[in-house]
């Protein structure tokens, strides 16, 4: 499911990699994996739906595809 918060505005760093103790935001928790966190800025204060499943094809945000099944690998 989507994770809900309202943001101010400014930088903010979406967490990518799920393993952050704070979702969706990075909390550090990537070091030494290879992923890094995907910043994204917003113009105003805003409420943003930001996607948790780390499936999104809109990332940071939630794009509804934690709905669909994940595909298995062959
Ligand atoms: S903790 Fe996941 S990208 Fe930083």
């Not at 309202?6 to 070091?31: F, I, N, R, V, Y």
């Not at 105003?44 to 940071?60: A, F, S, Y």
Request: glycine share 10%; net charge positive.
């Amino acid at each position: 499911m989507p994770i809900p918060l309202e943001l101010k505005a400014g930088d903010h760093w979406w967490c990518s990699c799920g393993l952050s103790g704070h979702q969706p935001m990075c909390d550090g928790s990537h070091k030494g994996t290879g992923k890094a966190p995907m910043k994204f800025t917003l113009a105003e204060d805003k409420k943003v739906w930001l996607c948790d499943c780390k499936r999104t094809g809109n990332p940071p945000y939630c794009d509804g595809t934690h709905s669909k099944p994940v595909e298995q690998a062959s």
